[in-house]
T-cell receptor, first 117, second 114 residues
Framework: AQKITQTQPGMFVQEKEAVTLDCTYD???????LFWYKQPSSGEMIFLIY??????QNATEGRYSLNFQKARKSANLVISASQLGDSAMYFC??????????????FGTGTQLKVEL | GAVVSQHPSRVICKSGTSVKIECRSL??????MFWYRQFPKKSLMLMAT?????????EQGVEKDKFLINHASLTLSTLTVTSAHPEDSSFYIC??????????FGPGTRLTVL
């Protein structure tokens, strides 16, 4: 089974609108972390936001927020007030265990976001 | 945030030659670094976990003799693609783990094998 599933290969949003990028995960480990990264066409991976499995509140970082629904095993990324510069590939990733697996990340297949005027 | 560099950013080589890619943590020490491979419009696939002073741990299906990893210091890990072939052409990205369990990515190296 896929550990990280991103069901939206591509998304379009108008500038200044909010957009939600979906991510579901599968793990039996009670301790895990969820990450979102942005990858522009230049290729570098830019860290956006992190949610720990034991965190009581949803993570927020500026215009980014993570809608964490533990029972449903979903960790959707919400980008508010989209900007043209938000156009990029977005990856959801999971780290299982607090220090398990040497902290390696498993990535989803990504969502290509295009912000339009 | 912490900075991780990769060198070279882009390399073109002939089939049969070996290529070395460097990954450096510039302002922190990283006992663990990771090497990923990414095909166009695809996700990142972990190739191996590089631990300073010990042998790398390779993911299933990754040939350790093909992709040599050396983590000789706390700030440098190298990936050498030996006897490169066109199918090795890809985008290679490293990441480094800090003492605080954060993971920082390098800018990537685009390898093209002719």
């Amino acid at each position: 089974a896929q550990k990280i599933t991103q069901t939206q290969p591509g998304m379009f949003v108008q500038e200044k609108e909010a957009v939600t990028l979906d991510c579901t995960y599968d793990t039996s480990d009670p301790s895990y972390g969820l990450f979102w990264y942005k990858q522009p066409s230049s290729g570098e991976m830019i860290f956006l936001i992190y949610q720990g499995s034991y965190d009581q509140q949803n993570a927020t970082e500026g215009r980014y927020s993570l809608n964490f629904q533990k029972a449903r095993k979903s960790a959707n990324l919400v980008i508010s007030a989209s900007q043209l510069g938000d156009s990029a590939m977005y990856f959801c990733a999971m780290r299982e265990g607090e220090y398990g697996g040497g902290n390696k990340l498993t990535f989803g297949t990504g969502t290509q976001l295009k912000v339009e005027l | 945030g912490a900075v991780v560099s990769q060198h070279p950013s882009r390399v073109i080589c002939k089939s049969g030659t070996s290529v070395k890619i460097e990954c450096r943590s510039l302002d922190f020490q990283a006992t663990t670094m990771f090497w990923y491979r990414q095909f166009p419009k695809k996700s990142l696939m972990l190739m191996a976990t590089s631990n300073e002073g010990s042998k790398a741990t390779y993911e299933q299906g990754v040939e350790k003799d093909k992709f040599l990893i050396n983590h000789a210091s706390l700030t440098l890990s190298t990936l050498t693609v030996t006897s490169a072939h066109p199918e090795d052409s890809s985008f290679y990205i490293c990441s480094a783990r800090s003492d605080y369990n954060e993971q920082f990515f390098g800018p990537g190296t685009r390898l093209t094998v002719l």
